[in-house]
């Protein structure tokens, strides 16, 4: 499975060109990441959805044949590695089956957990420029 051969440019165009089951998963993945994150705001990076947070790359996500693959950076994955350990995951990436109920309150556990990184990490950032 896979979106129209166009380029999409936003998260709206990505979830049109997928089966209405699928649109429905894509989303509530959507919605559940929006509301643990509304100061977060919607692009396309990588060809998939993302959320970004001042600035920085939040979380992504995408469908695929079998699975919604999230993405949310390796050391929150790291942190959640238990609630995962029945998912396929990759280095930066959690495979969540399709013919699965989402599991939407980790991924909303998740998603906060990432928008706590995001000021530590802007934080850091400044305290080391000269």
């Known amino acids: 499975m896979s979106p129209t051969k166009t380029k999409q440019t936003t998260i709206d165009e990505y979830i049109a060109g997928y089966p209405d089951g699928v649109q429905a998963i894509l989303q509530e993945i959507r919605r559940t990441i929006a509301e643990e994150a509304p100061d977060a705001t919607e692009a396309i990076a990588y060809a998939i959805p993302t959320f970004k947070l001042r600035g920085k ?19 929150a994955l790291e942190a959640f590695a238990d609630e995962l350990a029945a998912y396929a995951s990759g280095k930066g990436s959690a495979q969540f ?7 939407l309150a980790l991924i909303r556990e998740i998603v906060r957990f990432r928008v706590t990184q ?13």
Do not use: W
């Open 97 to 103: 089956p399709l013919d699965k109920p989402m599991p």
């Open 57 to 75: 790359n939040l979380v992504h996500f995408g469908a695929y044949k079998n699975h919604i693959g999230f993405y949310p950076t390796p050391p």
């Open 118 to 130: 995001i000021p530590e990490k802007a934080a850091k950032a400044k305290k080391n420029e000269p």
